[in-house]
Each structure stands twice: as C-alpha cells, then as structure tokens.
C-alpha cells in the first residue's frame, strides 16, 4: 500500500478523534432524547414524533444551501460556525418547554444540526486523494460506532444514578466544541481553510442547480433514497415487528443493534478498500438495494405468519442480510460522493447525494410503521418490489464504466 503523506496521516488522525468525540455526544443525547423533552420538557409524546419528522424536514432543505455556503466562504470556516452553532443550540434545549414552543425549536434546530453532516464529509475529503477518503470513510466506522457505545452508556448510568438529564445535553454540546478544536487544529493550514471559489448569487443558484443536473449525481442522489431504507427497517420496523408479533422475543432487538455496530464498525473499512477497485462499487451499489428489497418482501409476506422458532430464526437471517446491505451501500455511497462532485463545489455536491439518505429520514419511519400490520402486506410487496427494481435498474453494465478514466 502506498504510503500516506504527512497531510494524508494529519486528515487521518483528525478524522478518526473527531468522529469519536462527536459519536460520543451524538449517542448520549439520541439516545436520553425523547425521555428528556416527555419527563423534564414537558412534551407530548406525539409532539415528539412530529418534532423529529419536522427536525429531518428542515434538515433536509437546509442541507444543500448550506453546503453551497461552505464551498463559497471556505469549507472550514463554515463547519467551524455550523458547529458552533449545535453547540448554543443543543442547550438551547434546557430552557425549551410545551408542545409549541418544541416544535418551532425542531424546525429551527433541524436546519443547522442535520446539515452538518457533508461539512466534515468534505473538509476531510478536500486534501486528500480520491480513494485515500473512500477509505478513511469506512475507517471512520470503528470510532462512530465505540463512541455510540460510550455515549448511550453515559446517559444510561445518567438515569440509572438520578443525574440531571440536562447533563447529557451539556456532554453533547462539549463534544461539538470539542470537534471544532480537533478539524481546526489538523487543517488550518490544509486545502479547505479557504474558499476555493466565490461566485456571485447567479452562479452560486446555477452551482445548486448543477449539483442535480447532472444525470450521474441525480440517479445517485434518488438511488440513495431507496437504499437508505436499511435505516429505518432496523430502527422502526425491527423493533414494531417483533413487539406485534414475538413479544416474547424483544430482547433481540438491542442484540440487532449491537451486532449491526459491531460488525459495521469492523468489516465497514476493508470493504472500503475492496469497492475502491475496478467496478465493484457499482457491484456493491446495486447489490445492497437488491438484498434490502428482497428483505422487505419477505418481512412484510412471510415472516409474519410463520411460527415463532421458525419466524425468529428467519428474522437473524434477514438482520444479517440487512447489515450486509448497508455496509455494501455505505461503501458504495462512499466512493460516488467522493468521485462525482465538482472539485470545487465538494460540500454542495455531496450534501446533493447525502440529500437521498435524509428524505429517507422523513418518509421511511411513516412507510415502515404502516407496514406492520397483517393487513398491509400489500404495501410492504409494493415498497419490496420498488427498492429491488431500482437495484436491478442500479445494475445495469454500462454504469460500471463510469469511472474508466480514473
């Protein structure tokens, strides 16, 4: 393997504490979140559901101009002042109260914090070499999963010992502090300090629009939608299956998540590496939306109606497929966003792709929660056979000839 440059082990470094640091805060708070607004914020429990559906709403549509912001006034100038910005809002949290008053903070909060994420994707893939990020992106699997483990542990112990939960939000907002320190620290003196382009209003809306127009990215982008489903069947739909249908059987659900951030956090690297070859991303793209679809179809027809030993034994097996489908979709994702974005419109490109994955975020626990019950099989078959066309359809020869250039 070749050997990294001084820069290369710097982003390295950077990227790797900092995806810890962040996973950290990050777990801690998602995972004492709604217990916090319904306990000590005097929230509704539907208000909740709708606060976070409004929260990936605003996210959503922020996310783009956003990143288009970063590529004109500098990409770490940006994710300094977004970061920052997480920081005040997160305890901003403390003083929110009522159903009202946590809706329009979801929707504000929303616009910054989940237009975060193509900000780190691009100052760390800026000074480095096309397949040197793809790579680091899937390194970057160990330290988000063990920082997950330690922040939900922390906010576990939280509620075990009667702290205060307003804690876990402090924690939170640390760890974004936290991470600025780290990127500044690391790539001030890097290719992503600087604006590397600064257009006028009319070219900024043209590079926006350019971040769809272009048939590769906007199949990636809308590919990217359906595939990220794997998020929700194991987050919503896992858990609503098994109380509808196996209630005795719930303790699989938190081994489901432990076995998704174990394997994920240490297979999710070398398959990096191995999509970097030839033509096996495309491989591995639309492989990982066959499986998801095929998993679908089968959970929402068979699985229901089969005996508990049979059912249980059956639902492993399509968890174990489901792991395999996001790794092979993270890889893959990986590799598309680092070789089709402009050079110098990095942030808006990727956060175009990413934008697939976040509208996931606003329809998928909708769609998923519905197919639960016995009587909408049909929507689930509908939802199967969608994803697994688009795979076939992500399949086709040709496309794996887009990168011959490189």
């Known amino acids: ?37 319904a306990t000590q914020g005097g929230v509704s429990p539907v208000s909740v559901g709708i606060g976070l559906t409004l929260s990936a709403v605003t996210g959503a ?24 910005m997480r920081a005040a809002g997160m305890l901003g949290w403390i003083l929110v109260s009522g159903d009202t008053a946590f809706l329009v903070y979801s929707a504000v909060f929303g616009a910054v914090d989940r237009s975060a994420a193509s900000l780190t994707r691009s100052i760390i893939a800026a000074p480095l070499q096309n397949d040197e990020a793809v790579r680091l992106f899937g390194r970057m699997a160990l330290p988000a999963n063990v920082g997950y483990a330690f922040g939900a542990g922390f906010s576990g112990l939280t509620m075990f010992l009667g702290w205060p939960l307003a804690l876990v939000l402090v924690v939170n907002s640390a760890s974004f502090v936290a991470v600025i320190v780290v990127y500044r620290s690391a790539l001030r003196s890097r290719d992503v300090s600087d604006a590397r382009v600064r257009p006028s209003a009319l070219a900024s809306w043209s590079s926006i629009k350019m971040a769809f127009g272009s048939p590769r990215r906007l199949n990636i982008t809308w590919e990217n ?16 299956l098994v109380v509808t249908h196996w209630e005795d059987f719930a303790w699989v659900v938190p081994v489901a998540f432990i076995v998704n951030a174990a394997v994920v956090a240490l297979i999710q690297e070398k398959v990096n590496i191995w999509v970097t070859v030839g033509a096996r991303h495309a491989i591995a793209w639309a492989t990982s939306g066959i499986i998801l679809g095929t998993s679908v179809l089968l959970l929402s027809t068979t699985l229901p109606m089969t005996a508990n030993a049979m059912g249980m034994i059956a639902l492993v097996a399509l968890i174990l497929f489901q792991i395999l489908a996001e790794i092979l979709h993270s890889a893959a994702l990986a590799v598309y966003m680092v070789k089709l974005s402009r050079r110098d419109a990095l942030t808006t490109d990727m956060s175009a792709m990413n934008l697939g994955g ?30 697994v066309i688009a795979g076939l359809r992500a399949s086709r020869v040709s496309r794996r000839g887009w990168f011959d250039d490189d």
């Open 1 to 37: 393997m070749r050997r990294m440059t001084v820069t290369a082990r710097t982003v390295h470094r950077a990227a790797l504490i900092g995806t810890g640091v962040d996973a950290v805060g990050t777990g801690a708070f998602v995972s004492a979140a709604a217990i916090f607004f």
């Open 61 to 84: 549509l922020a996310s783009v101009p956003v990143a288009h912001l970063a590529d004109r006034l500098g990409p770490l100038r940006v994710f300094t002042i977004s970061y920052g």
């Open 225 to 240: 939608f359906v595939f990220s489903f794997h998020r929700t069947l194991l987050n919503v739909y896992l858990p609503l």
């Open 358 to 387: 976040q509208l996931q975020n606003v329809v998928g626990p909708s769609i998923f929660g519905a197919i639960v019950g016995p009587s909408a099989w049909g929507l689930g078959v509908a939802v199967g056979c969608g994803i």
